[in-house]
């Protein structure tokens, strides 16, 4: 019974914490101040065989995105420039939104060849994923942004993009890669993320490109905490803590609980917090977009107005 009520004690614990966790932990630490698990790293000796497949597929996202860009513009409005640049420059981040189009492709060995296919379903980031982040950072490094951004504005097609960027911009193409080795190992397969997962991976690449370090939990994970702690109170980790006792078969209430629905129970309630938290944060950045727009709306008009008297004045 001691043993219980510990244990709910805790879960209880948890219950109130974690909905703070979830959205604002310290970037790098996870639950109860532990590191998060370390990210894959990335197979250097790889990168030389699918350069090219990666700078054609950065230009593939690149004029995908411009076109994304130019469908949320209204009439007679055009693409900022800028942003076209800033793309490019997360465009290798996988931790950034733009750099997420990395997590769909898969390396597939073809012979003595490694091609990249696009599942176009994200995974997790493997050591796949970071080698191909590795790959697109190198390739960026040769290119110039400035001159691709332009030739992306100007709408040029993506055959000619392929050729500045991956030609001539950078040898990504220009030279062959050698044969892949045949006792080269196999990467990890390609796995997809469960909707659920994916929006869970999206969110917290906006919240890291908002500046909001954090990290959220599933049911899953919860139920894996639950059960640690569960094994600690087993191994007398905790001071036990006295409670009334309930009689055998009953509770206070005249209810019978059993510790898993209790800890469900608890799980399940956090779970529904943390998303409820996490559609809070959404709507406020989004409030706060529109207010920056609103804003930059009035100033634009009234240094028109001021152009405009100035105008007046000097005739």
Same mark, same amino acid.
Request: aromatic letters at 2%.
């Given at each position: 019974? *001691?043993?219980?009520?510990? /244990?709910? %004690?805790?879960?209880? #614990?948890? !219950? +109130?914490?974690?909905?703070?966790?979830?959205? @604002?932990?310290?970037?790098?630490?996870?639950?109860?101040?532990?590191?998060?698990?370390?990210?894959?790293?990335?197979?250097?000796?790889?990168?030389?065989?699918?350069?090219?497949?990666?700078?054609?597929?950065?230009?593939?996202?690149?004029?995908?995105?411009?076109?994304?860009?130019?469908?949320?513009?209204?009439?007679?409005?055009?693409?900022?420039?800028?942003?076209?640049?800033?793309?490019?420059?997360?465009?290798?981040?996988?931790?950034?939104?733009?750099?997420?189009?990395?997590?769909?492709?898969?390396?597939?060995?073809?012979?003595?060849?490694?091609?990249?296919?696009?599942?176009?379903?994200?995974?997790?980031?493997?050591?796949?994923?970071?080698?191909?982040?590795?790959?697109?950072? *190198?390739?960026?490094?040769? /290119?110039? %942004?400035?001159?691709? #951004?332009? !030739? +992306?504005?100007?709408?040029?097609?993506?055959? @000619?993009?392929?050729?500045?960027?991956?030609?001539?911009?950078?040898?990504?193409?220009?030279?062959?890669?050698?044969?892949?080795?045949?006792?080269?190992?196999?990467?990890?397969?390609?796995?997809?993320?469960?909707?659920?997962?994916?929006?869970?991976?999206?969110?917290?690449?906006?919240?890291?490109?908002?500046?909001?370090?954090?990290?959220?939990?599933?049911?899953?994970?919860?139920?894996?905490?639950?059960?640690?702690?569960?094994?600690?109170?087993?191994?007398?980790?905790?001071?036990?803590?006295?409670?009334?006792?309930?009689?055998?078969?009953?509770?206070?209430?005249?209810?019978?609980?059993?510790?898993?629905?209790?800890?469900?129970?608890?799980?399940?309630?956090?779970?529904?917090?943390?998303?409820?938290?996490?559609?809070?944060?959404?709507?406020?950045?989004? !409030?706060?977009?529109?207010?920056?727009?609103?804003?930059?709306?009035?100033?634009?008009?009234?240094?028109?107005?001021?152009?405009?008297?100035?105008?007046?004045?000097?005739?």
């Amino acid at each position: 019974m *001691q043993r219980h009520s510990t /244990l709910l %004690l805790l879960a209880c #614990s948890i !219950a +109130l914490q974690l909905p703070l966790i979830a959205v @604002a932990m310290m970037p790098g630490m996870g639950m109860g101040g532990m590191p998060e698990e370390p990210k894959a790293a990335a197979v250097v000796s790889d990168v030389k065989y699918i350069k090219c497949g990666v700078c054609e597929a950065l230009v593939k996202q690149a004029t995908r995105k411009v076109k994304a860009l130019r469908k949320e513009l209204k009439p007679g409005q055009q693409v900022d420039e800028s942003a076209i640049i800033e793309n490019l420059e997360l465009a290798c981040n996988t931790a950034k939104p733009d750099g997420q189009w990395i997590t769909h492709y898969d390396m597939v060995e073809d012979g003595d060849k490694i091609k990249l296919v696009d599942t176009q379903q994200p995974s997790k980031c493997n050591t796949e994923c970071a080698t191909i982040a590795r790959a697109c950072s *190198q390739v960026a490094d040769s /290119l110039d %942004l400035s001159d691709l #951004s332009e !030739a +992306l504005y100007s709408g040029k097609s993506r055959s @000619a993009i392929t050729q500045l960027a991956c030609y001539q911009m950078s040898n990504a193409c220009r030279v062959k890669p050698p044969p892949v080795p045949k006792d080269r190992a196999p990467g990890p397969a390609h796995t997809p993320m469960s909707a659920g997962e994916a929006e869970r991976e999206q969110m917290m690449a906006r919240m890291k490109a908002a500046g909001m370090g954090g990290q959220m939990y599933n049911r899953e994970d919860l139920m894996q905490q639950m059960q640690g702690l569960q094994q600690q109170a087993d191994d007398g980790e905790f001071a036990e803590v006295p409670m009334t006792e309930v009689p055998s078969g009953g509770s206070a209430g005249g209810r019978s609980e059993a510790p898993g629905s209790v800890a469900d129970a608890v799980v399940e309630s956090v779970v529904k917090a943390g998303e409820v938290v996490s559609d809070a944060v959404a709507q406020a950045k989004g !409030a706060a977009i529109a207010a920056v727009g609103k804003a930059g709306s009035f100033l634009q008009d009234r240094l028109k107005s001021f152009s405009a008297m100035g105008q007046e004045a000097e005739l």
